[in-house]
């Protein structure tokens, strides 16, 4: 088998596995317990269907008598009932575990990797997947505005959470650190805020996410509209959630010194108007070819599970605390009941 570049920058404490049909990189630390527990190059061992969910249904290993979650990679949008869950490229979850380690260096959580594998389909192409540690006591941040949205969380939770939201997304940006998908069902939040404690957070699923040495402002304002973007979709979906006032709290925990908010706001929302007609054909076309239902936008008992590596981010648009930008892109995302992991 041809070995891939990305397996040449492997962080330290992975070891490289390969044959002739799959290739797997595993923590040093970890691969006895996954091995005892049955998970392999080839094999798949004591892997279930897990209660929590991404895109498809994620799968669950108890190894070592600690729990793991399993993303199998499988194509969104309208490529979703065509390719299902083979694809060409076979870096892709090592290029994930790369990037997941570099954040994770610069003090941003993300959970942590137990393993990455590619092993040939049956048909044609790759079949990718990637084995994070469960967060204990966690929902994705989908899941959070449901709740807000039943008035499930205090004012002040609330309130502390949307800040938190965009001082995570900042954290992300000033790292130039660019996610391919950012949206709430890809941020993680600790159980706890939603009771008032001191929000912690996490970004989950960095798949084809990138650094960049510097984001241009256009960068950042094309990301931050992409997740505003998912809000405005919700909305649609569920009702609107967001005020101007949690926007301004997102963007003060974004730009906590004032200095790009206004401009931010102001071409973010310009260019959303611009794109609106675009993405609602988009939504439409997704929901006619796609007939089986995200398994995140199925309600479930009001019990509150955990969710962990991998679930959805959404922040909260902007403004600070005396302004009053113009067009004000919401996006909506496809969980409201559900909470999701990675």
């Given at each position: 088998?041809?070995?891939?570049?990305?397996?040449?920058?492997?962080?330290?404490?992975?070891?490289?596995?390969?044959?002739?049909?799959?290739?797997?990189?595993?923590?040093?630390?970890?691969?006895?317990?996954?091995?005892?527990?049955?998970?392999?190059?080839?094999?798949?061992?004591?892997?279930?269907?897990?209660?929590?969910?991404?895109?498809?249904?994620?799968?669950?290993?108890?190894?070592?008598?600690?729990?793991?979650?399993?993303?199998?990679?499988?194509?969104?949008?309208?490529?979703?009932?065509?390719?299902?869950?083979?694809?060409?490229?076979?870096?892709?979850?090592?290029?994930?575990?790369?990037?997941?380690?570099?954040?994770?260096?610069?003090?941003?959580?993300?959970?942590?990797?137990?393993?990455?594998?590619?092993?040939?389909?049956?048909?044609?192409?790759?079949?990718?997947?990637?084995?994070?540690?469960?967060?204990?006591?966690?929902?994705?941040?989908?899941?959070?505005?449901?709740?807000?949205?039943?008035?499930?969380?205090?004012?002040?939770?609330?309130?502390?959470?949307?800040?938190?939201?965009?001082?995570?997304?900042?954290?992300?940006?000033?790292?130039?650190?660019?996610?391919?998908?950012?949206?709430?069902?890809?941020?993680?939040?600790?159980?706890?805020?939603?009771?008032?404690?001191?929000?912690?957070?996490?970004?989950?699923?960095?798949?084809?996410?990138?650094?960049?040495?510097?984001?241009?402002?256009?960068?950042?304002?094309t990301n931050l509209r992409r997740l505003f973007r998912h809000v405005e979709r919700r909305d649609a979906e569920h009702g609107?959630?967001?005020?101007?006032?949690?926007?301004?709290?997102?963007?003060?925990?974004?730009?906590?010194?004032?200095?790009?908010?206004?401009?931010?706001?102001?071409?973010?929302?310009?260019?959303?108007?611009?794109?609106?007609?675009?993405?609602?054909?988009?939504?439409?076309?997704?929901?006619?070819?796609?007939?089986?239902?995200?398994?995140?936008?199925?309600?479930?008992?009001?019990?509150?599970?955990?969710?962990?590596?991998?679930?959805?981010?959404?922040?909260?648009?902007?403004?600070?605390?005396?302004?009053?930008p113009q067009a004000t892109p919401q996006s909506r995302t496809r969980s409201d009941s559900t909470p999701r992991a990675s």
């Amino acid at each position: 088998m041809t070995t891939l570049p990305v397996l040449a920058e492997l962080p330290a404490g992975f070891t490289l596995e390969e044959s002739p049909r799959a290739i797997l990189v595993v923590r040093d630390d970890l691969a006895d317990d996954l091995a005892a527990a049955g998970f392999g190059l080839e094999s798949d061992g004591e892997l279930r269907t897990s209660t929590l969910a991404g895109r498809t249904p994620l799968l669950e290993l108890e190894a070592g008598g600690q729990p793991y979650l399993l993303r199998r990679y499988t194509h969104g949008g309208l490529m979703r009932w065509m390719t299902r869950e083979r694809f060409l490229d076979a870096a892709r979850p090592f290029r994930e575990l790369v990037l997941s380690d570099e954040l994770a260096r610069r003090g941003v959580r993300t959970p942590a990797v137990a393993a990455a594998r590619a092993r040939t389909s049956a048909v044609c192409g790759w079949q990718l997947e990637l084995m994070t540690r469960r967060v204990p006591d966690s929902v994705d941040l989908g899941f959070v505005l449901g709740a807000a949205r039943r008035s499930e969380v205090s004012g002040e939770a609330w309130r502390a959470i949307v800040r938190a939201c965009g001082a995570l997304v900042r954290q992300l940006h000033d790292c130039g650190f660019l996610h391919a998908d950012l949206q709430p069902n890809n941020v993680l939040v600790q159980q706890a805020a939603l009771s008032g404690a001191e929000p912690e957070l996490w970004i989950l699923d960095l798949d084809r996410s990138r650094f960049e040495p510097r984001l241009t402002a256009e960068q950042r304002r094309t990301n931050l509209r992409r997740l505003f973007r998912h809000v405005e979709r919700r909305d649609a979906e569920h009702g609107s959630m967001l005020s101007r006032s949690d926007r301004a709290r997102f963007f003060a925990g974004y730009d906590p010194a004032r200095e790009l908010w206004r401009s931010d706001w102001r071409a973010i929302g310009v260019e959303h108007a611009r794109r609106a007609g675009m993405h609602r054909v988009g939504w439409w076309l997704e929901r006619l070819f796609n007939d089986a239902p995200d398994p995140r936008s199925i309600p479930r008992p009001q019990s509150t599970p955990q969710a962990t590596p991998q679930a959805t981010p959404q922040a909260t648009p902007q403004a600070t605390p005396q302004a009053t930008p113009q067009a004000t892109p919401q996006s909506r995302t496809r969980s409201d009941s559900t909470p999701r992991a990675s």
